[in-house]
């Protein structure tokens, strides 16, 4: 049975995802037009309704061009990812300057050569699938007409186009080159995935049905978690050298209430609600400028930091404050539990995520358990305040409280220092092929050769 891409999960689960969210977009874009009709067929006299009318539906028709551009694409992708296999690739990206998305260069697999590709989406889903800390993305599709490039997974979905013209391709993948693109080891490729035939569940190249002894075989790709030598590895692969000043420091957790934290300030939302009055007060300022603006404009900037204060607030008191609260006890929790750790970071989005492993044991070692963390640093520099070493010993704090509402909260203690997790600690079972996967996506493993194994 010949493998596709779409008979994973995840893959599915994608492009479901960017499908229906195209088309929310095609709903919303023609209510915004329907609405800008009616304001301005109604009788109303006034200028404004004809500006609001106007803004609307040139609002709606940019929407609509937007979303049915997306619904292609999503059409392409689908006969795309339904005609082969992901492969995995090393991946530079080359940035272009402006509000030009970068273009992705990919590793041919033959060795030696390598494809330029431009993105066709915009930003915060193109940023996505830049390449992450391995430099490793994903492909399906024919590198003359265009396919699919994700993030290792295969969850989020960009469609790609190949970069047009001599000039232009030579130059991107001369800058690719320079980047280090075919200095890089190959990438192994994903795991074959189960393929549902009726009444059996097989897995491609593999035997099944009435060759298979006793009915169905054990899935062969539900192979060992990587050890902790990999992942160190990879760790030290992914850390990045120190740049600029280390982090101003925190207040110590464990003599000063939670709320004095900045980082537990950030967790509940109190600087968001704080400041969510603003567009309150400036709009009533507006409603005694009338001349200088209209009224309509100034209650509507109130409407806006209306429900601004209302979202931030119910956040807030809903689950930000109990949060935070939560995790000032577990990092005051007495009897640490040693650990050893490889930080790692997730290819979408970049956030860290610690690796567990027994203490004192041997390079050998499989992982127990993972604790995502907040980025400890700002929006530009989200990696400062992390631990100088990508592998070493850390002490968990922490316990059972909070496990009815998903798990165990436990906060990493790092030379001296906590770090806070943004969900609680997931443990890995052996033999798990999700868990399997998900280390796979944040560590790619490394080939020796130009060809990703398969």
């Not at 097989?202 to 060759?211: F, R």
């Not at 709320?259 to 969510?276: A, D, F, Q």
């Not at 203690?413 to 890995?428: K, S, V, Y």
Request: overall charge positive; glycine content about 14%.
């Amino acid at each position: 049975m010949v493998e596709c891409a779409l008979n994973r999960e995840a893959t599915r689960r994608g492009l479901g995802g960017y499908r229906r969210q195209a088309e929310r977009g095609t709903w919303a874009g023609a209510a915004l037009v329907v609405t800008g009709l009616v304001l301005l067929l109604l009788p109303i006299e006034a200028s404004w309704a004809t500006d609001a009318a106007a803004g609307l539906g040139v609002a709606g028709l940019i929407a609509l061009g937007i979303a049915l551009s997306a619904l292609r694409n999503a059409g392409r992708m689908r006969r795309a990812l339904a005609t082969g296999p992901w492969s995995a690739h090393p991946a530079v990206a080359v940035v272009r300057g402006g509000m030009v998305p970068p273009s992705i260069v990919l590793g041919d697999p033959d060795g030696g050569h390598a494809w330029p590709f431009a993105l066709a989406a915009a930003k915060q889903r193109y940023e996505r699938v830049l390449p992450g800390p391995d430099g490793v993305l994903w492909w399906c599709g024919d590198p003359d007409r265009g396919g699919v490039i994700a993030a290792p997974g295969g969850e989020e979905l960009v469609w790609a186009r190949p970069v047009r013209g001599h000039h232009t391709r030579n130059r991107t993948i001369g800058l690719a080159a320079t980047a280090g693109l075919f200095a890089r080891p190959a990438a192994v490729g994903p795991a074959a995935s189960p393929v549902t035939v009726p009444g059996i569940v097989t897995v491609p190249g593999t035997v099944s049905g009435s060759d298979a002894e006793g009915g169905a075989r054990p899935e062969p790709h539900a192979r060992r978690l990587p050890t902790y030598a990999a992942l160190a590895a990879a760790a030290r692969r992914q850390a990045l050298p120190a740049a600029g000043r280390p982090p101003r420091r925190e207040a110590d957790v464990r003599t000063v209430p939670w709320w004095r934290v900045r980082s537990l300030r950030r967790v509940s939302g109190l600087p968001r609600l704080l400041v969510s009055p603003v567009p309150v007060v400036t709009g009533l300022l507006m409603l005694g400028r009338t001349s200088d603006y209209p009224a309509v404009v100034a209650y509507a900037v109130i409407a806006l930091g209306v429900g601004a204060v209302l979202y931030s607030g119910r956040s807030f008191l809903a689950s930000g404050r109990a949060t935070a609260a939560l995790l000032a006890r577990a990092a005051r929790a007495a009897d640490p539990v040693p650990k050893r750790y490889a930080l790692l970071f997730d290819p979408v989005g970049g956030a860290p995520v610690l690796v567990l492993f027994p203490y004192g044991g041997e390079p050998e070692d499989r992982p127990e358990g993972v604790v995502r963390l907040y980025p400890p640093g700002t929006p530009k520099e989200p990696r400062k305040g992390l631990p100088a070493g990508p592998s070493g010993l850390v002490e968990l704090r922490g316990g059972p409280e909070g496990a009815g509402h998903g798990g165990r909260v436990v906060v990493p203690w790092i030379e001296g220092r906590p770090l806070w997790p943004c969900g609680p600690f997931e443990e890995l079972r052996p033999g798990d092929p999700a868990a399997r996967e998900y280390l796979e996506r944040l560590a790619p493993p490394q080939g020796a050769s130009g060809v990703p194994a398969p």
